[in-house]
Structure formats: C-alpha cells, structure tokens
C-alpha cells in the first residue's frame, strides 16, 4: 500500500516538469479544431453578430474609434467565409452600433450621426426662441436629417463608419453594392458652417444619390392687411435661371423642383440651414413637404453617371442665424438669404450703420433712433425743397381758387389759365413731391433692414419694449405715432378741396391701426421720423 502511493506520488512529481506531454498536445489540437469549426459554421450563419463580436472583441475598445486599418484587417479575414451577396450586405449593415460624434462649441454644438452623416441636434447656445428655449434646427429621422446623403430609391439614409481626426473633424466611409463613399466635414463653429468633401468610387457606373436638407414646418401666422405677419419660412433656391423664394407652412402642401441649382436653402424668418454645392457637377433640388412628421425636405440630387469611375464633390453647409456678416464671411451668395428688397444696395450700408450705432449706444433702439435722424438729415435737402415748392403753392391758391370758379364751365380753358399763373409764378405742381419720391427708396430700404435683421430679435430698448422683434404689448407707440401724424396734418399747408381734407384727417387712425402689429422696432422709427418731420416742417415752413 506504502510502496504504490510512493509510486503514484513519483509518477506525478515526475509528469509535472513535462506539461506539454502527448496527451496535452492532443487536447490542444482538438480544441483548436472545435473552436475553428465551430467559429466557421457561426460565421456562415450568423456572419454579422459574428463580425460584430469579433470585431469588437480584436480592437478591444468602443467599434467608434476603431482604426480603419484595424478594421479592414479583420474584415479581410473574415470575408472568405461569405459569398458575394452576404459581403454587399455585411458592407452596407457593418457597425451599425457605430455611436453619432459629438461636437461642442462655445456658440453651438451638434452632433454627427453615421446614418448619412446627418448633422442632428443642432443647438445654437447664442439665441433662444420665444419660450427661452436654445434654438434647435435639426429634424431627423431613419430616412432623412440635415446635409445626410442618401442614394435614390432606397428608403434608409447611407451608413457611415465615423472617425473623429480632430477637435473640428470628422471623417466617415461608407459602401454600398460595389461603390465606396467617403465623406469629410472640416468645421468653422464661429461661422455655423461646415467645408464638406464627398469622394465616390466605383467600378463603372455611380448611383445616384442625394444631400438632404430639412426644417421643421410651422402653421402660418396669423395676418390680415390691417395685422400683417413678418413670421414666414422658405424654400430659398439660387439657380441657372434667377432666385426662388416661396413660402411654405404645416396648412398646405408644397412640391418645388429646380434645376442646376448652386444653393438651396430652408429658412425661417431669422434662422436658417442651407448647402452650397462648390463642384464643377451642377445638381437639381426637390423640395416636399411631409405632412405625417410635418416636415419640409429638401433635396440637392446628383445624376446617376455612366461610365464613370470617380466623383468629387465640395459643399458649404450653413445652419445658423440670418445674420448678414456671418453670411457672408462664409460666402457671399449666403448673404442673399436675408431679403433685404430691391434696394438692398442701400439696405446693407444702412445696416453697417445701425451696428456702428450700437457699437457705442450699446442699445438697440436708441441704434435705431440716431439711425432715423441721420437718415432724415441726409433726405433734409430734399424736404426744404418740397415745403418751398408747398408754401409757394399755398401763396397763389386764392388766385387759383378765382381761377377754377370762373372757368368751372371750360376745363381745358382752366387748365390752360392754372398752368400760366404756376408758370408766370414759378410753381412746379410737382415740386412738392417729387423730393419726397427721390427719398422713398430710403425710407423702404431702412424699414426693410428693421423688418429682417436678426439684430433687433429679442433685443430690449427699456420700459414696456423688451423684444424689438415683437409688436409693442401696449401699443403706445402706434398711439403715439398717430398723435404726430395728426399734428403733422395740423401744420402742414394744404392745396386740397375740402372733401380730400376729410378723407386724409382719417388717416393717422388707418396708420395707427396698421403699426398695431409691426414690430416696436420698425414702430419706434416711425414715429421717431414723424416727429422729426414735424419739428423740421414747423422750423423750415415759417423760413419759406
């Protein structure tokens, strides 16, 4: 019994200096053979998780950061196994846990989706809405988000494999039945503005595909003609054949369809997204409005292109407020987003100037006010030349008047008769308002820079004014200003029949009513420039 465990016991001491004997050997081969068989037959049944897994588990981190050589690597190794059919959908579905890159900035922040490399959650930190919410111009879904790319017919967005290179970009690869996409955003966070790239690659013929572009459609503002809204949204298209605005809402249905169109854009009144194509390959856009997620998308289409083997594209994509010199610090044809009218010659210096004003008031309105009075300085000129004209006119009316009764029988001798006596005078019957004609383009111009520049949004002037973008609450201001204009009336001289002085005594009411819903700020230079007229008319009528 002794001597057999001192045998056992011997036999064990000696095995444990030679652990790779045969039979250990034999194990190993075994098991090797098991798990490859077994990892084979996975493969072939499950060859996405298995990829997956094996992916994962290789790299040994989140698949987000998993170096694109690494990858391929695997990949190779693990294609052999597939056959083609299973390698086009394993390329198209690969990664599809890949997580959206997140990009933060002082003035916005966003995020960057492998799902067409759509930007999502578009947040501008600068600039709340009307319930102090942070602004947010994203809307996305599976199907579509903003500046993804998407090929024609296929319901799902193009999946990209993201890689973060930087604190300001991102690149991400994509493939889908032979063709490889590979799409780069460089991005200017003080500018809202990404420099995009898009290179396709295939062996004979290029899809066609799509960048996309969406906005979430509101309902329509109320408006009538004596409360009109400046509230809207567009569909705004520059094009081989001239500009397109059109106004779209949640109520109607939209269809629009452009052709070579070098920048489309969907914007509100005071914020917008829009893409620039910067290629030498001019798209068509599309634009509809899906009224199940209430959503207006855009569409920038690339042709299908024949016998061709690669395509690059550039683009500037926009997503950010309407203001005129972020616009066009990132390119100049952005800047027309701002509707400025057809004088937006004379709109754009005006608006420097206003900005100068506010660069040393530090207020807004008081901006706007010594913007009136500089503006009804420079027009004084032609004022003083208008109340010579009326006061002139108002010396010869009794003559006229004795004139007009004596000839009330004969127009054209009375005519004949009212001309020689302006003549012999020296009245031009035009003289008081032609002046006033040559200034108009002015006055139009500065209520258009007050009506659309993202300045005056929810920017305070003092007392009962807190957003100069909004209507007054109180409605002191069209109160005010209809005062003025009546005083006005009071002192100006007037050449009219008695009937027409009844009919002009309404209005200051009419203009009261009118000024009801515009925006304080464009009711603050109203009223500021109807003063100023009429101390100037009470100043310059007694010189004349």
Same mark, same amino acid.
Request: with cysteine.
């Given at each position: ?133 942070? %602004? ?124 070579? +169109? ?34 207006? %998308? ?211 009411? +009419? ?34």
């Amino acid at each position: 019994m002794v001597t057999t465990l001192f045998l056992r016991r011997n036999v064990v001491e000696n095995n444990q200096g030679s652990f790779l004997d045969k039979n250990t050997i034999i194990a190993i081969v075994l098991t090797i053979i098991v798990w490859v068989g077994w990892s084979q037959y996975m493969a072939k049944k499950y060859p996405e998780a298995e990829k997956e897994a094996l992916i994962e588990t290789l790299a040994g981190k989140d698949s987000t950061k998993i170096d694109a050589n690494v990858k391929q690597s695997i990949e190779a190794n693990l294609e052999p196994s597939l056959d083609q059919s299973q390698k086009e959908v394993a390329a198209t579905t690969i990664n599809k846990d890949v997580k959206p890159v997140v990009f933060d900035f002082p003035k916005l922040s966003f995020t960057v989706s492998p799902l067409g490399m759509g930007l999502n959650e578009i947040i501008l930190k600068d600039y709340t809405d009307r319930e102090d919410k942070n %602004i947010q111009l994203s809307v996305s879904s599976k199907t579509y988000s903003n500046f993804a790319t998407k090929l024609e017919g296929k319901d799902e967005l193009l999946f990209f494999d993201l890689k973060k290179i930087s604190e300001t970009e991102v690149i991400g690869e994509g493939s889908f039945e032979g063709v490889t996409y590979e799409k780069k955003y460089k991005i200017n966070p003080e500018t809202f503005s990404i420099d995009a790239s898009l290179s396709v690659k295939g062996e004979n013929t290029l899809p066609q595909f799509e960048t996309l572009i969406t906005e979430k459609a509101n309902a329509p503002a109320a408006s009538s003609m004596l409360s009109p809204s400046m509230e809207k949204q567009e569909v705004i298209v520059k094009h081989k054949d001239g500009d397109d605005r059109e106004i779209f809402n949640n109520q109607e249905p939209f269809v629009g369809d452009f052709n070579s +169109v070098y920048m489309a854009s969907l914007s509100s009144h005071y914020f917008a997204t829009a893409v620039m194509d910067m290629s030498d390959v001019i798209p068509n856009f599309k634009a509809n409005y899906d009224k199940a997620n209430e959503t207006m %998308i855009g569409k920038l289409i690339y042709p299908s292109f024949a016998g061709t083997k690669s395509l690059d594209l550039k683009y500037k994509l926009y997503f950010g407020p309407k203001d005129v010199s972020t616009l066009q610090s990132v390119n100049a044809n952005l800047s027309e987003l701002v509707d400025f009218g057809m004088f937006s010659f004379i709109a754009e210096p005006l608006l420097r100037l206003m900005k100068w004003f506010y660069s040393f008031l530090g207020n807004w309105g008081l901006a706007i006010i010594a913007l009136t009075v500089l503006v009804r300085l420079v027009v004084l000129p032609f004022n003083v030349m208008s109340y010579k004209s009326m006061s002139k006119m108002q010396a010869i009316q009794p003559t006229l008047k004795a004139v007009r009764e004596k000839y009330k029988d004969d127009p054209v001798r009375m005519n004949q008769e009212v001309m020689g006596i302006m003549k012999q005078e020296k009245v031009n019957p035009a003289g008081g308002c032609l002046p006033m004609l040559l200034q108009f383009p002015i006055f139009i111009a500065l209520y258009r820079v007050l009506s659309e520049s993202i300045d005056l949004y929810k920017a305070p002037f003092g007392l009962w004014i807190t957003d100069l973008s909004l209507k007054d609450p109180y409605y002191v201001l069209p109160i005010l200003m209809g005062i003025s204009m009546f005083l006005q009336q009071k002192i100006t001289p007037s050449t009219m029949d008695p009937q027409q002085q009844k009919v002009m005594a309404f209005m200051p009411i +009419v203009f009261s009513l009118l000024m009801i819903s515009l925006p304080s700020g464009l009711t603050l230079y109203i009223f500021v420039s109807t003063i100023f007229g009429v101390i100037q008319q009470q100043l310059f009528m007694k010189k004349a």
